[in-house]
């Protein structure tokens, strides 16, 4: 049974930093791109960032360049989202994706339907 399970949210004071975790299981990943993206109270959902995981290529959302950093340990089977600089508008339920039929750069517009696996949530809450 594939999984892909987010932890690592919480509660942090703006300006903060957090790290979600990824990890992902019940198949090989070597041919996807992975993706977070979050939404937030009343928001549609929305890209964060991607990598593809056999090459390690990445892309962000504007709204988080240069401030979060995505990547992936092929030994633990997990993506992580580095997020740095942390602001009140990052608060959001972050989602992990997985799509083999994707590129970093447009899995943004990729319907959510379209994708091949989804993780359940995990919450980030960054107070001002």
């Known amino acids: 049974q594939v999984q892909l399970v987010e932890s690592g949210g919480g509660l942090v004071q703006a300006g903060g930093s957090l790290r979600l975790s990824c990890a992902a299981s019940g198949r090989t990943f070597s041919n996807y791109v992975m993706g977070w993206f979050r939404q937030a109270p009343g928001k549609e959902r929305e890209f964060v960032a991607a990598i593809r995981w056999n090459d390690g290529n990445t892309y962000y959302a504007n709204s988080v360049k240069g401030r979060f950093t995505i990547s992936r340990d092929n030994a633990k089977n997990t993506v992580y989202l580095q997020m740095n600089s942390l602001k009140p508008e990052d608060t959001a339920e972050y989602y992990c994706?997985?799509?083999?039929?994707?590129?970093?750069?447009?899995?943004?517009?990729?319907?959510?339907?379209?994708?091949?696996?989804w993780g359940k949530g995990t919450l980030v809450t960054v107070s001002s």
């Open positions: 994706a997985a799509d083999r039929k994707t590129t970093v750069q447009s899995m943004g517009a990729r319907r959510g339907s379209d994708m091949d696996y």
